[in-house]
């Protein structure tokens, strides 16, 4: 199996796993120091892909990446960034807004392309998503100013987030350029894009789809009935492969056929180390029929 991927030929190669960026800010908040040793971390196992968003740790995080990038800026060089933008969340850093709301308006995502740009300090977002569905969404005019960034170089192409299918062939079909991946909630713990049409569709199209939460944001280590029925299975695979149980759950992505990039979000630096440890476990099918029955609690039908 490929630790790379290449998402679309005009594309630099992405890797398989990606590192997320939601959490890096996190709790006391990390210093740009802290968080060139988590990217370090990321680069030296061949995890080159940094998921962003505009709005990740209150529209902070893309500002601390980018900051711990100027203390090494030949680093750029080395990575691939994907970041988001829609998403208009109610915060302190804009007292104006009543509501949390979408915004898809070209001026809106050109606005916040610049500033991703600006915070990260690179010229180009190698992928930009557009963050989740918008009910108010002029797809002609969406579709047009996502084109544009493509031919503009400001991106290198686009995405979405969070889409159902329908959605996506709505928005692809007022664009030029192809959409590149859909990034969707997707672990063991939620597998509903298995089997709703969206991962047909992903493939289908001959697009690799992003997992978020891949470990349902750490929940599959919790005290819910389901994880409780797959933890058994996770610890004696990872016993067999000599990794962690979190490995086995991000191999469970990994061998899908769909060819899953799964985004990890630990924050941890001994389990940040580890994140590539799931390329040792190898799934055979059972396995995986095995992991899908534990997660939900009956065999299938
Ligand atoms: N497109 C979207 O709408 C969307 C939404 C959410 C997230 N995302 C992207 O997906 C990325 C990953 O999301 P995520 O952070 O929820 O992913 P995740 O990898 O499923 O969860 C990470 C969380 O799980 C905990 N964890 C990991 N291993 C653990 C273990 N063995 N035992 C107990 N806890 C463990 C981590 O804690 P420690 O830090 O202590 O390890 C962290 O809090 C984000 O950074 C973001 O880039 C996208």
Same mark, same amino acid.
């Given at each position: 199996?490929?630790?790379?991927?290449?998402?679309?030929?005009?594309?630099?190669?992405?890797?398989?796993?990606?590192?997320?960026?939601?959490?890096?800010?996190?709790?006391?908040?990390?210093?740009?120091?802290?968080?060139?040793?988590?990217?370090?971390?990321?680069?030296?196992?061949?995890?080159?892909?940094?998921?962003?968003?505009?709005?990740?740790?209150?529209?902070?995080?893309?500002?601390?990446?980018?900051?711990?990038?100027?203390?090494?800026?030949?680093?750029?060089?080395?990575?691939?960034?994907?970041?988001?933008?829609?998403?208009?969340?109610?915060?302190?850093?804009?007292?104006?807004?009543?509501?949390?709301?979408?915004?898809?308006?070209?001026?809106?995502?050109?606005? +916040?392309?610049?500033?991703?740009?600006?915070?990260?300090?690179? !010229? =180009? /977002?190698?992928?930009?998503?557009?963050?989740? #569905? %918008?009910?108010?969404?002029?797809?002609?005019?969406?579709?047009?100013?996502?084109?544009?960034?493509?031919?503009?170089?400001?991106?290198?192409?686009?995405?979405?987030?969070?889409?159902?299918?329908?959605?996506?062939?709505?928005?692809?079909?007022?664009?030029?350029?192809?959409?590149?991946?859909?990034?969707?909630?997707?672990?063991?713990?939620?597998?509903?894009?298995?089997?709703?049409?969206?991962?047909?569709?992903?493939?289908?199209?001959?697009?690799?789809?992003?997992?978020?939460?891949?470990?349902?944001?750490?929940?599959?280590?919790?005290? +819910?009935?389901?994880?409780?029925?797959?933890?058994?299975?996770? !610890? =004696? /695979?990872?016993?067999?492969?000599?990794?962690? #149980? %979190?490995?086995?759950?991000?191999?469970?992505?990994?061998?899908?056929?769909?060819?899953?990039?799964?985004?990890?979000?630990?924050?941890?630096?001994?389990?940040?180390?580890?994140?590539?440890?799931?390329?040792?476990?190898?799934?055979?099918?059972?396995?995986?029929?095995?992991?899908?029955?534990?997660?939900?609690?009956?065999?299938?039908?």
């Amino acid at each position: 199996m490929n630790t790379t991927v290449q998402l679309h030929p005009s594309l630099p190669a992405f890797s398989r796993i990606v590192y997320g960026a939601w959490r890096m800010n996190d709790g006391a908040g990390s210093t740009p120091a802290q968080a060139l040793e988590k990217i370090e971390l990321c680069l030296d196992q061949g995890i080159t892909t940094f998921d962003h968003a505009d709005i990740y740790g209150n529209y902070s995080c893309e500002q601390l990446f980018g900051d711990a990038l100027r203390l090494k800026p030949a680093l750029k060089s080395r990575m691939q960034l994907v970041s988001k933008c829609d998403i208009m969340l109610l915060s302190d850093k804009f007292p104006e807004r009543r509501v949390k709301y979408y915004d898809t308006s070209a001026a809106h995502i050109e606005a +916040s392309v610049d500033s991703s740009l600006r915070k990260l300090g690179v !010229e =180009r /977002l190698d992928v930009l998503l557009i963050h989740r #569905p %918008d009910p108010f969404m002029d797809a002609a005019e969406t579709g047009d100013c996502l084109d544009r960034l493509v031919q503009a170089g400001k991106i290198g192409a686009a995405g979405v987030s969070n889409f159902k299918a329908w959605d996506w062939s709505l928005l692809q079909s007022f664009m030029k350029t192809p959409l590149v991946t859909q990034q969707l909630e997707i672990s063991l713990l939620e597998r509903a894009v298995f089997l709703d049409g969206t991962l047909a569709q992903c493939q289908q199209n001959k697009v690799h789809p992003m997992a978020w939460s891949p470990l349902a944001g750490g929940q599959l280590f919790g005290q +819910s009935a389901a994880a409780l029925r797959v933890q058994p299975a996770l !610890e =004696r /695979l990872a016993k067999a492969f000599g990794v962690a #149980p %979190d490995a086995v759950a991000v191999a469970w992505l990994l061998a899908h056929p769909a060819g899953i990039l799964p985004v990890m979000g630990t924050n941890h630096p001994a389990r940040i180390r580890a994140l590539s440890d799931a390329w040792r476990v190898k799934m055979d099918r059972e396995t995986w029929f095995e992991l899908w029955t534990l997660a939900a609690g009956q065999e299938v039908p």
